[in-house]
């Protein structure tokens, strides 16, 4: 990260990083086994037979509570219609409550989902109990509601009820609606847009507003949700059993926003950062960024694609395991970092809510790496003493290496075709990129054998750009390699490329248009300089 601030620290105007999207999973542990809910039933509630209409009596309860809350207060409950995205249909109703600041329930919305539930089954044989029933634990279809309410601490949020017992939750917050509410209590003015801030008087005060994102706070407003929405339990039933609420992390979503003072530069970095972390970001420098060891055996995922979510809008991702970092510049406004996980085992984590201080900590850690890594890659200027020096001869003991110029097309394919070392996780074997260099650039084992290949590795050994992993026949590139590589290969595309394969006029036309950026611009300097040549001859 301080190699990123050192870079582009006079574009930058500030700097904060913040939990986005956080989904909490809430149950009661009192009720999450067979036996406990047996043991509720006829001590506390003083029913003999647990049996199917039991349970559902209690659903019934429940369902005709919401819909006269629902009644006696004006509020909207429909069934959620398929293809309709429930945050763009509700956007309405969100405003109307903020314009009034208004707090409370706004909408409800019913759903037929799978969620977890109790069947009640007699046995098979009888028994010398008549009561008897066999409960065990299913996953079936049934009613779900989504209430849509505003908070005064957490800001828009939704909570989903299941219906059936024994009446799981779920809560969908977002960290941005939070520090949003903090920032207007303390009267600190901003300008937010796109879930994100693109100006504030104090960065220091956001990112302290950011901090105080707490389990302790989440859980008083979860909890007081809860009692105020969620199915009824006696007073005498509470006494009786632990009826409070676990609360678990399901899904966690951080990111590092960087607000730059223009528009202009963020394209452009965030288009040189998916083509370079397209070519570098290899299984072994994804594992060093989560910050674990790399083994075959590795569950889920481990690879990196760009991906267009609609016009103009695109997402580089790097997949880790259960968790994926996206990057995104958001129609030129910012440029954002994220940490996206599903599993915070995955990361060593406990998914308790108040073990999210670690999880800050953690994500804090991995999207700093990201951030490094991709200023490493950014910052792949290197001196012309360097590439002097390579196209010198080497001599390491009695053998004598030729050097690399800058002009050998075979050593600039087949340093392509290393940069693209993801797809290896120990490394590629020489047979291995024989055939990806025959393969990308069509030739012929007759116009490039193995022995040739091999004679190419070993030249670039000796002008340490590259290594071998540990005793085995296999190699990557070396981070003085990784950076000559980057340098001859965009070399190569962006300007020899098009110069070689005559792209452009031989001699600028005023009559003609060109088509591309690139032609453009070349016809500009061109001009330019002629220009300077004539003013030279008249002086």
Request: hydrophobic residues 40%; positive net charge.
């Amino acid at each position: 990260m301080e190699l990123f601030a050192r870079l582009f620290g006079g574009l930058l105007l500030f700097v904060y990083h913040c939990f986005d999207r956080l989904v909490i999973h809430g149950y009661l542990s009192g009720l999450s086994r067979p036996e406990q809910v047996v043991y509720f039933f006829r001590q506390v509630v003083g029913v003999p037979t647990i049996s199917k209409e039991v349970l559902s009596q209690r659903t019934s309860v429940y369902q005709n509570w919401v819909e006269a809350f629902a009644r006696n207060r004006g509020i909207p409950i429909e069934w959620a219609e398929s293809g309709v995205r429930k945050k763009d249909y509700l956007q309405l109703p969100l405003r109307r409550m903020r314009k009034r600041n208004q707090h409370g329930v706004y909408f409800i919305l019913k759903s037929m989902e799978q969620g977890s539930t109790f069947r009640s089954s007699a046995p098979k044989y009888p028994t010398t109990d008549p009561h008897y029933r066999i409960l065990a634990r299913q996953r079936s279809r049934f009613t779900h509601y989504y209430f849509y309410l505003r908070d005064p601490v957490l800001g828009p949020m939704v909570m989903r009820v299941a219906s059936f017992f024994p009446f799981h939750t779920t809560y969908c917050l977002n960290g941005h609606s939070f520090i949003e509410n903090e920032l207007n209590r303390q009267g600190i003015s901003f300008r937010k847009n796109d879930n994100a801030f693109l100006a504030v008087v104090d960065p220091e005060a956001l990112q302290a507003a950011a901090d105080r994102f707490t389990p302790e706070v989440i859980r008083q407003r979860l909890e007081y949700w809860t009692l105020v929405l969620g199915p009824k339990f006696s007073r005498r039933e509470r006494a009786a059993m632990n009826l409070r609420r676990f609360y678990a992390v399901r899904q966690v979503e951080y990111c590092r926003n960087f607000i730059f003072k223009r528009h202009f530069p963020i394209h452009r970095l965030f288009e040189r950062s998916c083509e370079l972390g397209l070519w570098r970001l290899t299984a072994q420098k994804i594992s060093e960024i989560f910050g674990t060891r790399l083994t075959r055996r590795l569950p889920g995922k481990l690879h990196t694609t760009l991906e267009q979510v609609e016009h103009g809008h695109h997402i580089f991702r790097a997949y880790w395991k259960n968790a994926f970092l996206k990057q995104y510049e958001k129609f030129s406004t910012f440029l954002r970092n994220e940490l996206c996980s599903n599993n915070l085992a995955d990361f060593g984590l406990k998914k308790g809510l108040e073990h999210l201080a670690a999880v800050r900590q953690k994500f804090l850690l991995i999207t700093d790496r990201f951030a490094a890594f991709q200023a490493q890659t950014l910052n792949v200027h290197v001196d012309f003493p360097l590439l002097q020096r390579l196209a010198l001869p080497v001599i390491i003991g009695t053998a004598r290496f030729p050097g690399i110029k800058i002009h050998d097309t075979r050593m600039i394919r087949l340093m392509e075709v290393l940069l693209h070392g993801g797809t290896r996780l120990s490394g590629w074997r020489a047979a291995q990129i024989h055939q990806a260099v025959l393969t990308t650039y069509t030739l012929m084992p007759s116009r490039y054998g193995l022995n040739q290949l091999r004679y190419d590795l070993r030249k670039m050994r000796a002008h340490g750009l590259l290594e071998r992993d540990s005793q085995r026949y296999a190699y990557r590139l070396t981070d003085k390699g990784v950076k000559v590589a980057v340098l001859l290969v965009l070399f190569h595309q962006r300007l020899c490329g098009p110069l070689a394969h005559s792209l452009f006029r031989r001699r600028p036309d005023h009559t003609h248009h060109p088509n591309s950026k690139l032609e453009t611009a070349f016809h500009k300097a061109d001009n330019s300089i002629r220009e300077i040549v004539e003013l030279l001859e008249a002086a």
